[in-house]
Structures are given as structure tokens and as C-alpha cells.
């Protein structure tokens, strides 16, 4: 169990991961949180993240910090993808491990399963087949990511543990218009479509793929979750357990969000992954279930949407 007085290091606290972890520890009365902005501790630089280690010494670690983005960002930018994450992962676990972290808790995501794997994707089905190839650089740097942390279990005893999160979307979540996930991008597309009284809207692809959608704050709750219950080198999934084509998520953001207009899809752009439900049966024996219903959770995101135009970059 971690203490309340514990010193806790969230990587990322700025993004829509990390602050979700950051609320969800100060609901629980957790008061010795450190955080560090990127113009403070520049993850990538390893001589910046071990004096940040060697002075602080944190008792626990939440890995939320990655380079993300959407389709697009993933097939023009796969060098950086690669190179980043790779980075500034293993300069945090490996300065975590130096100075005797407790434990840690790296987060990845379900884009490390196989293209074709079997559905829903069970956490033994990791390295079976070949990746989906529009997001194959970020999903080998979190598989690395993961390694490196059962391998330090492994050799050095550590407790260092992985979860791979669903598609996830709520407060603080990226807008960009290009470099945006599904989610948020369907967001921005219908209300500017609406504030404009456009009377279509053209979405990519076919909008048959099949994707499962978790709400950060439910996110954040598994995450301190399994910091309390769980040990062991075999990542644990985090998501729903349920799906919806990304036809039924685009009305259903388009009725949120109050657009009556046409939605029309351009199958000439890609649809990625056909299917990706993961298996949370591990969760839920771990004794973990979701609490966000997607259209309260879709609700809730808009509502941050028109909170935070900074957000809402061009």
C-alpha cells in the first residue's frame, strides 16, 4: 500500500494522463506529489532526469509522460516516435531503478498488440504477430518500455509493474487538428461545424472499425488501483471491455456535441486497426470496474472543450 506521506513522482503531469493521476492522488489524501514541467526537467535528457532522481528520490513513480498522437502524426513523424519514447522511458526507469524507486507503475498502450490479434486481445497475445503498421514506431517503444521493466523485475528484483490503457479520452485531452485522436477530434470537427452552420461533415475512412473508449478519470482510478494490489512482469489491460463502431462513436459525439447536419465518410483515408477491444478480465479479478458511461464521459469532454479554448490549438 503506499503511504500517504509518500514521495510520488507523476511523469507527465501536464497531459491528460498524468493530471487525471494527479487528481485521482489528491482525492485519496496522497500530499507529496512531485511533478516537473518539460522547461524544468526535460525527460529526454539523461543527466537532467538522474540529478532529478538523485535529489528527489521518489518512493513511487506513475510513467504518464510519451510523445502522442492520432493516424496521421503516427505515419508522417515514426523516427520521433520511436526516438522519444524510447528515450525518455528508459532515462526514468533506469534513474528509478539507481535510486531504489519502491515501485513503479509505466504505462503504455493497446497499440503494442498485435494488428490481428485475437479478440478481445488477452495480455499473452503481446509479440505473437506483426503490429499495426500506422502506429508500429510508438508501439515498439512502449513494448521496450514494458520489457524493461519485467526484465528489471527479473534480474534485480524490482516492482516495477505495466498497464496498457484503451483508447482514452477527458479533461486536458489534445484538439490539435491533424495530431488529435479519434475522440477529440470528432469534438472539435462537429462544433466548429456547428458554430459555422456547416451543413456536412466529411470523416476518415470507412467509420467500420470497431474501438473501445475509457474515460481518464476511470483511467486514473485503475492505475493507483493496481499500485495497491498488483505485482507481477505480465502488463495488465485497462479499458471497458466494450466496443462501438467508429460510425456509432461518430453520431453519438455529433449528438453530444448538438450537430444535426450530414456526416459523410472518405474511404479513401485509413481506417487502421480493424477491430482493438481489449480483455479486461485481469482488471476485474484484480478487483477493478469502470465506473464513466461513454456519452457522460463524451459530455463531460465537451464540456472541458469549451472551458479550455487554450487547448484548442490551430
Known amino acids: 500500500m503506499m503511504e500517504k506521506d509518500a514521495k510520488i513522482y507523476v511523469a507527465g503531469h501536464r497531459g491528460m494522463v498524468g493530471s487525471a493521476i494527479c487528481r485521482a492522488l489528491e482525492r485519496e489524501g496522497y500530499t507529496r506529489l512531485l511533478t516537473r514541467t518539460h522547461e524544468e526537467l526535460d525527460l529526454c535528457r539523461q543527466e537532467q532526469v538522474e540529478a532529478f532522481f538523485a535529489q528527489e528520490k521518489p518512493d513511487y513513480v506513475f510513467l504518464a509522460a510519451a510523445k502522442v498522437g492520432g493516424i496521421l502524426a503516427n505515419r508522417d513523424a515514426p523516427a520521433d516516435f520511436l526516438y522519444d519514447n524510447m528515450i525518455l522511458e528508459m532515462n526514468v526507469i533506469h534513474a528509478a531503478w539507481q535510486n531504489r524507486c519502491r515501485k513503479l507503475l509505466f504505462l503504455g498502450s493497446s497499440c503494442i498488440y498485435p494488428r490481428m490479434a485475437p479478440q478481445p486481445i488477452r495480455e499473452d497475445s503481446l509479440l505473437t504477430s506483426a503490429l499495426e503498421e500506422t502506429n508500429e514506431a510508438y508501439a515498439l517503444a512502449k513494448i521496450s518500455g514494458l520489457k524493461y521493466c519485467a526484465y528489471l523485475n527479473a534480474q534485480y528484483g524490482t516492482d516495477y509493474i505495466s498497464a496498457m490503457p484503451t483508447n482514452l479520452y477527458g479533461p486536458g485531452d ?87 447536419g450530414k456526416i459523410l465518410w472518405d474511404s479513401s483515408k485509413p481506417d487502421g486497426t480493424p477491430r482493438k477491444l481489449l480483455d479486461v478480465g485481469k482488471l476485474e479479478d484484480l478487483g477493478y470496474h469502470y465506473t464513466t458511461k461513454l456519452k457522460e464521459g463524451i459530455r463531460l469532454t465537451y464540456q472541458d472543450f469549451l472551458a479550455h479554448p487554450v487547448r484548442v490549438e490551430r
Open 174 to 260: 489534445n484538439y490539435h487538428p491533424t495530431h488529435s485522436h479519434v475522440l477529440p477530434a470528432l469534438i472539435r470537427r462537429f462544433h466548429e461545424a456547428k458554430e459555422a452552420g456547416a451543413g456536412e461533415v466529411v470523416c476518415w475512412g470507412t467509420g467500420s472499425p470497431l474501438r473501445e473508449f475509457m474515460y481518464v478519470d476511470d483511467l486514473a482510478d485503475a492505475c493507483l488501483h493496481l499500485m495497491q494490489t498488483y505485482s507481477g512482469s505480465e502488463t495488465v489491460n485497462l479499458g471497458t471491455g466494450e466496443e462501438l463502431s467508429i460510425r456509432e462513436l461518430t453520431e453519438l459525439v455529433a449528438g453530444v456535441v448538438g450537430y444535426t
